[in-house]
């Protein structure tokens, strides 16, 4: 296949619709979509053809020149450079009949144009200089994107805010190499050109911006997969009821036999243009069943990678049963990281008096295992407040051990609960502008170039030689570039663009 092959694929989504869109693309564009194309009966010339101007006309067999038209469509010329592509270009609006679109594709085919693979419009778009490779990687995420955080994400890196970053970056870090690069061939001499007090403050604040970058994918990736929320319990607590209620599908098994539920279930849902990523997790109890053990082995490692933790508790039994379960789930999270949502289910079939007791109690049962969580994970807490180790203030402990109850079998109470998982998500005010990390490649690539800037940082402690920092630069400046496709393998391209749709 090569690049100068002129290319052709239906550019809108697969099925019957009311209009498709094909496109073509390449050097012999416009010569090859003319073969086929009538306005008025009559064929038109390239001369003629005004850039940016729709056609409207028929597409026929011209052989023999006696067969019907095959439709009626519309057709708009994008010159070179000025396309998604970089080179010349066709769009044939037809109608969405799929045997028009495939009898419009072999016409084009037999007259000398190739079948598009998955994503080469945008990678030819890439190669010729109309996007970098992160903003051709949000092509396929607007298109994937499926909620207001996703877009909104997806639009910025396409707009550049991503690559942006990463070119101040870049810039300042080949300066500095440049510089190092230069005292090597003076190196009899002892010459330095890189003034060390402005290197290290450059990559301190280089190691800075790398920082806040990576630290900004939990978020990023939440929004983009769905922000894991566990539903964690002992066994027939109604987890699988309030997933089916959130959903508002019959998607777990429920029933009355504990463990019923043996794996973990996973469902996004969208709560005011937020996706989450619910997971119903296997009920927490003592068995011997092995299939029972490794979903419960399944539900301690959710728990752990979830955001939101929604702690549910069995009103219908005795208090000390309640807060020994409470406490179970308490000490499974990490209170200084991730959100813990209590809620004591059944609530139309619980009696006063264990109502009571938990409204008086249950903040007193359950505090000193707060207290111990924190200490475990490096806080430390007063009577009023928990602090980490650094002195900010993370939790009012009166928050942190408020519960409320619930039927899962009540509308109302389902909404106010999605309603408390919106304010319990730690979702960043952002804006189009505002960077989030949401793609795992561009992580890795940061957190190796962090590495790298670490290495030039503790070799300039240990004062080591300007090659050796030199090379360390050199890896960071790679590993950035990889991300936005100046530094890149032919295998990772086609890694990249084989995960587009054709015709994109």
């Given at each position: 296949m090569s690049k100068y092959d002129t290319i052709c694929a239906v550019a809108t989504a697969s099925g019957n619709g009311a209009i498709a869109v094909i496109r073509i693309s390449g050097?012999?564009?416009?010569?090859?979509?003319?073969?086929?194309?009538?306005?008025?009966?009559?064929?038109?010339?390239?001369?003629?053809?005004?850039?940016y101007k729709a056609y409207y006309g028929q597409i026929i067999d011209t052989v023999p020149d006696d067969k019907p038209m095959i439709d009626d469509v519309v057709m708009t010329f994008f010159k070179s450079p000025h396309s998604y592509t970089g080179e010349d270009c066709v769009e044939i609006s037809c109608h969405g009949s799929q045997f028009v679109q495939q009898k419009i594709l072999e016409l084009l085919c037999v007259r000398g144009c190739r079948l598009a693979t998955p994503g080469e419009f945008s990678k030819r778009a890439f190669i010729n200089g109309?996007?970098?490779?992160?903003?051709?990687?949000?092509?396929?995420?607007?298109?994937?994107?499926?909620?207001?955080?996703?877009?909104?994400?997806?639009?910025?890196?396409?707009?550049?805010?991503?690559?942006?970053?990463?070119r101040d970056i870049r810039a300042q870090l080949v300066e500095l190499t440049s510089l190092l690069e230069l005292e090597l061939d003076f190196s009899e001499e002892d010459v330095e050109f890189a003034d060390r007090t402005k290197l290290y403050e450059i990559l301190e604040a280089s190691l800075k911006h790398i920082g806040k970058l990576t630290d900004s994918f939990r978020m990023g990736n939440a929004i983009k997969n769905g922000i894991p929320v566990a539903i964690v319990g002992e066994t027939n607590t109604g987890k699988s009821t309030l997933l089916n209620a959130i959903l508002g599908e019959d998607r777990a098994i429920v029933s009355d036999i504990a463990g019923t539920t043996r794996d973990t279930i996973e469902e996004t849902f969208n709560i005011d243009g937020v996706m989450y990523?619910?997971?119903?997790?296997?009920?927490?109890?003592?068995?011997?069943?092995?299939?029972?053990?490794?979903?419960?082995?399944?539900?301690?490692?959710?728990?752990?990678?979830?955001?939101?933790?929604?702690?549910?508790?069995?009103?219908?039994?005795?208090?000390?049963?309640?807060?020994?379960a409470a406490k179970d789930i308490i000490n499974r999270v990490n209170v200084l990281k991730q959100k813990l949502i209590m809620v004591i289910n059944k609530q139309d079939l619980m009696d006063a008096a264990t109502?009571?007791?938990?409204?008086?109690?249950?903040?007193?049962?359950?505090?000193s295992t707060f207290e111990n969580n924190i200490e475990k994970n490096g806080g430390y807490m007063t009577d009023e407040y928990c602090y980490s180790i650094t002195g900010m203030d993370l939790h009012n402990i009166r928050s942190l051990t408020t519960f409320s109850y619930m039927s899962a079998k009540n509308p109302e109470d389902v909404d106010s609960l999605k309603q408390k998982i919106k304010r319990n998500t730690n979702a960043p005010k952002f804006d189009e502008n505002t960077v989030?990390?949401?793609?795992?490649?561009?992580?890795?690539?940061?957190?190796?170039?962090?590495?790298?800037?670490?290495?030039?940082?503790?070799?300039?402690?240990?004062?080591?030689?300007?090659?050796?920092?030199?090379?360390?630069?050199?890896q960071a400046l790679y590993y950035i570039g990889n991300i936005t496709g100046e530094v890149t393998t032919g295998e990772v391209l086609n890694t990249i663009f084989s995960r587009f749709c054709i015709g994109k």
């Open positions: 050097t012999d564009s416009f010569s090859t979509a003319l073969l086929i194309f009538r306005k008025n009966g009559k064929k038109l010339e390239i001369n003629n053809i005004e850039p109309k996007l970098d490779l992160a903003q051709a990687e949000a092509v396929a995420d607007l298109i994937a994107s499926q909620n207001e955080a996703e877009h909104r994400i997806a639009i910025n890196q396409l707009k550049g805010g991503f690559s942006n970053e990463l990523r619910f997971i119903d997790t296997a009920g927490i109890r003592e068995t011997s069943e092995t299939i029972e053990k490794i979903g419960i082995e399944r539900t301690f490692k959710k728990i752990s990678e979830a955001d939101i933790v929604i702690g549910m508790l069995d009103g219908t039994k005795k208090v000390k049963e309640i807060v020994a109502m009571f007791t938990l409204n008086d109690d249950f903040e007193y049962y359950v505090k989030l990390v949401s793609n795992i490649r561009h992580f890795e690539a940061l957190t190796h170039a962090r590495e790298s800037l670490e290495q030039v940082k503790n070799g300039m402690d240990n004062k080591l030689s300007a090659d050796l920092l030199a090379q360390d630069l050199r």
